[in-house]
């Protein structure tokens, strides 16, 4: 299977919850109309503050994050006002590398909420490298 050509994934960095309720002078929002990159599948990380909270992934990262934050009923909606996301504009966004990519960071962010956890074979310190830990600190 090929990698993620990542020439084809558009990177969101820390934008507001705000931008799902910004509308233009005829009711729509800016986001949906300004922003089409964000209508494509990708992976998702929802902040409060500085802090991570969740990584999801999604087929329509607009959808997804739109109902994050404006649906009182979604289990996320209290606890976000940042996200960050990786959309993946190519027509064959390949989803199984879009797991991946999500399992990898979910396993990198040991804070996330996430209920699943990747398997990936954990490898432990060696116990001679254990051994001046004492020492150093």
């Not at 020439?7 to 910004?22: A, E, L």
């Not at 199984?96 to 399992?103: F, H, P, R, S, V």
């Not at 962010?109 to 310190?125: C, G, L, Q, Y």
Request: charge should be positive; glycine fraction near 2%; hydrophobic fraction near 40%.
């Amino acid at each position: 299977m090929p990698a993620l050509d990542l020439s084809d994934c558009k990177f969101f960095r820390m934008w507001p919850r705000k931008v799902f309720r910004t509308k233009d002078s005829k009711k729509r929002l800016l986001i949906k109309t300004n922003v089409p990159d964000l209508k494509h599948p990708g992976v998702y990380v929802l902040y409060r503050g500085d802090e991570l909270y969740y990584i999801g992934r999604a087929q329509n990262l607009f959808s997804r994050l739109h109902d994050h934050a404006n649906k009182i009923a979604d289990r996320y909606y209290p606890h976000w006002n940042y996200f960050s996301a990786f959309a993946v504009t190519s027509a064959n966004g390949n989803q199984q590398k879009i797991a991946e990519l999500e399992a990898i960071l979910i396993a990198a962010m040991p804070r996330a909420t996430n209920k699943s956890t990747p398997r990936f074979k954990k490898v432990r310190i060696p116990k001679a490298l254990l051994v001046d830990q004492d020492q150093e600190q």
